[in-house]
T-cell receptor, first 114, second 111 residues
Framework: DTGVSQDPRHKITKRGQNVTFRCDPI?????LYWYRQTLGQGPEFLTY????????KSRLLSDRFSAERPKGSFSTLEIQRTEQGDSAMYLC????????????FGSGTRLTVV | DAKTTQPNSMESNEEEPVHLPCNHS???????IHWYRQLPSQGPEYVIH???SNVNNRMASLAIAEDRKSSTLILHRATLRDAAVYYC????????????FGTGTRLTIIP
């Protein structure tokens, strides 16, 4: 297993456009997390899934954001009608419950809204 | 979530030991102390974790105060590749809950 993969690595979009990011977790990990990180800050939690069920959503996740994890495998994060404030690094992580070293992060998707 | 306090930045000379402190005065009995680091343009990566006893692994050592209200991540011989932001995080349900990150400590290694 090559770890958590995120695609694309970089995305530049015009304000008002929709964007979708993909995350492929480690195959045996049942939990998948999305975080957002802006410059100089630590990652902020957005949402997480256990298998295909979305169990928690942060207040940061406005109505323009939606995440899915069909069949409990890969996940997508969509942002509709992007705004300049959405510019950030979007990180995906996966974990296996009970594993003490269990959180593995991807390298992230850097979104720039112009 | 219990909170941690870390210095914003630290500097160290290459090939010298580095001690990164973390205060967590409101830690609960079931909270493990986790350290992650984030290299430039990468996602965070696991470094080490512990509950009460000091811990060692190939990357670092973790020294935990007897009252558990503070801990120190020790890099025994810093290299330029250790330049990163280091996050100290508390979690009692590892693998089953979200991690809550602070702003971490930005470690600069001086050649």
């Amino acid at each position: 297993d090559t770890g958590v993969s995120q695609d694309p690595r970089h995305k530049i979009t015009k304000r008002g456009q929709n964007v979708t990011f993909r995350c492929d977790p480690i195959s045996e990990h049942n939990r998948l997390y999305w975080y957002r990180q802006t410059l100089g800050q630590g990652p902020e939690f957005l949402t997480y899934f256990q298998n295909e069920a979305q169990l928690e959503k942060s207040r940061l996740l406005s109505d323009r954001f939606s995440a899915e994890r069909p069949k409990g495998s890969f996940s997508t994060l969509e942002i509709q009608r992007t705004e300049q404030g959405d510019s950030a690094m979007y990180l995906c992580a996966s974990s296996l419950g009970g594993r003490k070293d269990g959180y593995t992060f991807g390298s992230g998707t850097r979104l720039t809204v112009v | 979530d219990a909170k941690t306090t870390q210095p914003n930045s630290m500097e160290s000379n290459e090939e010298e030991p580095v001690h990164l402190p973390c205060n967590h005065s409101t830690i609960s009995g079931t909270d493990y102390i986790h350290w992650y680091r984030q290299l430039p343009s990468q996602g965070p990566e696991y470094v080490i974790h512990g509950l009460t006893s000091n811990v060692n692994n190939r990357m670092a050592s973790l020294a935990i105060a007897e009252d558990r209200k503070s801990s120190t991540l020790i890099l025994h011989r810093a290299t330029l590749r250790d330049a990163a932001v280091y996050y100290c995080i508390l979690s009692s349900n590892f693998g089953n809950e979200k991690l809550t990150f602070g702003t971490g400590t930005r470690l600069t290694i001086i050649p």
